[in-house]
């Protein structure tokens, strides 16, 4: 059965066209993985099968009375609401029903016997929907939800706008589990989830009896979840059977016949070329010169898929810094109240280090302490000699209305325009792409932005917030090579073990000196 149709669907934005005919067919049950390089279109397919963009042309229909859950990368939470009440409106169509039911029963005292039997039945019908969806139980399930993502032991009581960025996604991504909707949208659900968050939502989606699209570059999490690949590529959208690592063989395989039939096409009308060149102007010959050339003019000629930029990826060194990176004294950081025990810690020059640990723990916050940005409560950084320091700082765009050539000239007033467009294509952006507005750019496009930034200044040491978090497989695998490359200092946050394995001298588990319950 067949929940969602999407039927010859076109789309662009100005002169950019994102879709071209595009047909899809979502049936119950299934577990698509949305895949493809970052601004090919997969969150705006998301908009539009949501209705929050209308494609311009074509059609999307769902099913009958479907309830979609959809969670996009860039949500929000109301302040003053605590993080139980957030997941329990997950459940708030049972509350009407409940509230309801407690109304007939006040009114009940004061009305006719044929109102008062209309009432009766309706409480009937009411307490057995309530019974049948669990409605009792909703504490339990809330808790269990918010243990797997590991909110509990913030406090359920607690506001949600006293949150991390990363707290908050994880609250909004438990309240739509607990929806259990008929189909559920997934864009990037791992971001902002720690190792042990993802391990329990695999566990989850594997057992999600519903169909989900799951949009999500962590290549470990699609193939143990997905068993559908559509896959976005040049306007089309291609499905393919299995998991992503069936996809990349039959991908594989395709593209190489592909190019073996370009070839021989090649080969042939070559030769069908050169005999109508050479025989078209003999009389004797003149008949066959048509009749190869007709042949010509019906062949179908096969296309090859333009190869997409790929990001390259060389950080320029600077001088050496010196050998103290930084010392901190009884350093604790927070805003308005303390996030840690005191800290003293020293970073010297050719240390790697990753920062790893639950979310909200204050990793960023330690980053931007270290930096200045953010005053510490109290105690001291000291900051070492000849600092070149390229900061990469988890997203801000919404109301970036800069083209990201205006945001690198901004930057690197010196550079030529040519100079600007070459930085950006080496980071892996098309030439429409560096014509966009920062703010409509996908997660990983203004992701390559930033990144330019940092590539085209001299550092020597990098410190970087989650820096793959939206970033697309070649581009998260170029910046692995160029991060082992690299002969300065490295400051990480990050989440994913296979990223940052092979780059790191040392681990600091910041669930060592935090005051969190973790």
Same mark, same amino acid.
């Given at each position: 059965?067949?929940?969602?149709?999407?039927?010859?669907?076109?789309?662009?934005?100005?002169?950019?066209?994102?879709?071209?005919?595009?047909?899809?067919?979502?049936?119950?049950?299934?577990?698509?993985?949305?895949?493809?390089?970052?601004?090919?279109?997969?969150?705006?397919?998301?908009?539009?099968?949501?209705?929050?963009?209308?494609?311009?042309?074509?059609?999307?229909?769902?099913?009958?009375?479907?309830?979609?859950?959809?969670?996009?990368?860039?949500?929000?939470?109301?302040?003053?609401?605590?993080?139980?009440?957030?997941?329990?409106?997950?459940?708030?169509?049972?509350?009407?029903?409940?509230?309801?039911?407690?109304?007939?029963?006040?009114?009940?005292?004061?009305?006719?016997?044929?109102?008062?039997?209309?009432?009766?039945?309706?409480?009937?019908?009411?307490? /057995?929907? &309530?019974?049948? $969806?669990?409605?009792?139980?909703?504490?339990?399930? %809330? !808790? +269990?939800?918010?243990?797997?993502?590991?909110?509990?032991?913030?406090?359920?009581?607690?506001?949600?706008?006293?949150?991390?960025?990363?707290?908050?996604?994880?609250?909004?991504?438990?309240?739509?589990?607990?929806?259990?909707?008929?189909?559920?949208?997934?864009?990037?659900?791992?971001?902002?989830?720690?190792?042990?968050?993802?391990?329990?939502?695999?566990?989850?989606?594997?057992?999600?009896?519903?169909?989900?699209?799951?949009?999500?570059? /962590?290549? &470990?999490?699609? $193939?143990?979840?997905?068993?559908?690949?559509?896959? %976005? !590529? +040049?306007?089309?959208?291609?499905?393919?059977?299995?998991?992503?690592?069936?996809?990349?063989?039959?991908?594989?395989?395709?593209?190489?016949?592909?190019?073996?039939?370009?070839?021989?096409?090649?080969?042939?009308?070559?030769?069908?070329?050169?005999?109508?060149?050479?025989?078209?102007?003999?009389?004797?010959?003149?008949?066959?010169?048509?009749?190869?050339?007709?042949?010509?003019?019906?062949?179908?000629?096969?296309?090859?898929?333009?190869?997409?930029?790929?990001?390259?990826?060389?950080?320029?060194?600077?001088?050496?810094?010196?050998?103290?990176?930084?010392?901190?004294?009884?350093?604790?950081?927070?805003?308005?109240?303390?996030?840690?025990?005191?800290?003293?810690?020293?970073?010297?020059?050719?240390?790697?280090?990753?920062?790893?640990?639950?979310?909200?723990?204050?990793?960023?916050?330690?980053?931007?302490?270290?930096?200045?940005?953010?005053?510490?409560?109290?105690?001291?950084?000291?900051?070492?000699?000849?600092?070149?320091?390229?900061?990469?700082?988890?997203?801000?765009?919404?109301?970036?209305?800069?083209?990201?050539?205006?945001?690198?000239?901004?930057?690197?007033?010196?550079?030529?325009?040519?100079?600007?467009?070459?930085?950006?294509?080496?980071?892996?952006?098309?030439?429409?792409?560096?014509?966009?507005?920062?703010?409509?750019?996908?997660?990983?496009?203004?992701?390559?932005?930033?990144?330019?930034?940092?590539?085209?200044?001299e550092t020597n040491i990098l410190i970087l917030d989650e820096p793959t978090n939206h970033l697309d497989l070649d581009a998260k695998n170029e910046l692995k090579r160029a991060l082992k490359e690299y002969k300065g200092s490295i400051l990480l946050v990050s989440h994913e073990l296979e990223f940052y394995r092979d780059i790191v001298t040392d681990i600091w588990n910041c669930e060592d000196w935090t005051l969190k319950i973790v």
């Amino acid at each position: 059965m067949s929940v969602l149709h999407v039927e010859h669907m076109n789309h662009g934005f100005g002169d950019r066209a994102i879709f071209e005919d595009v047909s899809f067919r979502l049936l119950k049950g299934e577990h698509v993985g949305l895949i493809g390089a970052n601004g090919e279109g997969k969150s705006t397919f998301m908009n539009i099968v949501t209705a929050k963009l209308q494609p311009d042309e074509g059609k999307v229909t769902w099913s009958n009375n479907v309830r979609v859950g959809y969670m996009d990368q860039h949500v929000t939470l109301t302040k003053g609401k605590s993080i139980r009440a957030v997941l329990r409106g997950a459940f708030k169509y049972l509350f009407d029903f409940e509230a309801e039911m407690n109304s007939l029963y006040e009114k009940m005292g004061d009305c006719s016997k044929d109102e008062l039997n209309k009432m009766l039945e309706r409480t009937v019908v009411i307490q /057995d929907f &309530l019974d049948n $969806n669990d409605f009792y139980v909703i504490d339990p399930k %809330v !808790e +269990e939800v918010a243990k797997g993502l590991g909110l509990l032991d913030l406090g359920l009581d607690r506001d949600v706008d006293d949150l991390s960025g990363g707290q908050r996604t994880k609250i909004l991504l438990g309240k739509l589990l607990l929806e259990n909707p008929d189909i559920l949208l997934l864009d990037e659900p791992t971001n902002y989830l720690d190792e042990e968050n993802i391990e329990w939502l695999k566990k989850y989606l594997q057992s999600y009896e519903n169909a989900f699209i799951l949009i999500s570059h /962590d290549i &470990l999490f699609l $193939n143990s979840v997905v068993n559908l690949i559509y896959h %976005v !590529e +040049e306007r089309k959208l291609t499905r393919y059977v299995g998991n992503y690592d069936e996809f990349q063989r039959i991908y594989s395989e395709n593209k190489k016949k592909l190019e073996a039939a370009y070839e021989r096409q090649q080969k042939e009308i070559a030769r069908l070329e050169d005999f109508v060149a050479r025989t078209k102007a003999n009389l004797a010959t003149s008949n066959m010169a048509r009749s190869r050339q007709k042949r010509l003019d019906k062949m179908e000629k096969i296309e090859l898929i333009p190869e997409k930029p790929k990001p390259k990826f060389n950080f320029k060194p600077a001088r050496a810094s010196g050998k103290v990176i930084f010392e901190t004294k009884d350093l604790v950081i927070g805003y308005t109240s303390p996030l840690t025990k005191p800290l003293n810690m020293f970073m010297e020059r050719g240390q790697k280090i990753v920062l790893v640990g639950a979310n909200g723990l204050g990793k960023s916050t330690l980053l931007k302490s270290l930096l200045g940005i953010v005053k510490p409560l109290s105690g001291e950084v000291n900051l070492g000699d000849y600092q070149h320091i390229g900061y990469f700082e988890q997203e801000d765009r919404a109301d970036n209305r800069n083209t990201c050539i205006e945001e690198i000239w901004s930057e690197f007033p010196g550079y030529t325009q040519h100079q600007i467009r070459s930085a950006l294509a080496k980071c892996g952006l098309t030439a429409k792409q560096l014509e966009s507005q920062i703010r409509v750019l996908s997660g990983g496009e203004a992701a390559k932005v930033r990144l330019c930034k940092i590539l085209n200044n001299e550092t020597n040491i990098l410190i970087l917030d989650e820096p793959t978090n939206h970033l697309d497989l070649d581009a998260k695998n170029e910046l692995k090579r160029a991060l082992k490359e690299y002969k300065g200092s490295i400051l990480l946050v990050s989440h994913e073990l296979e990223f940052y394995r092979d780059i790191v001298t040392d681990i600091w588990n910041c669930e060592d000196w935090t005051l969190k319950i973790v």
